[in-house]
């Protein structure tokens, strides 16, 4: 499915997609490989990275926001 968003952390050191998929993919772009993915309720339409690249925003079609950690799929905070 096409990816819809993307953002890529401030030292360039991972990149973020999102799709129609509902699929949030956190790529190492080096390796060309997901380091983790995380599914949401809807497809994903929006992504943010935090200034200091530790957190990312999830905009999805539904109007929902998530706010996630870089380090792994778990949401911080869920929104809608």
Do not use: H, M, Q, Y
Request: proline residues 8%; hydrophobic residues 40%; aromatic residues 6%.
């Amino acid at each position: 499915l096409p990816v819809l968003a993307a953002a890529a952390g401030p030292d360039g050191k991972f990149v973020i997609t999102g799709g129609a998929d509902r699929t949030v993919r956190c790529w190492d772009p080096e390796a060309g490989k997901p380091l983790w993915t995380w599914t949401g309720k809807s497809a994903v339409c929006g992504l943010a990275v935090r200034p200091g690249g530790t957190e990312i925003a999830v905009g999805t079609a539904d109007g929902g926001l998530s706010i996630l950690n870089v380090g792994g799929a778990e949401p911080k905070e869920v929104f809608g």
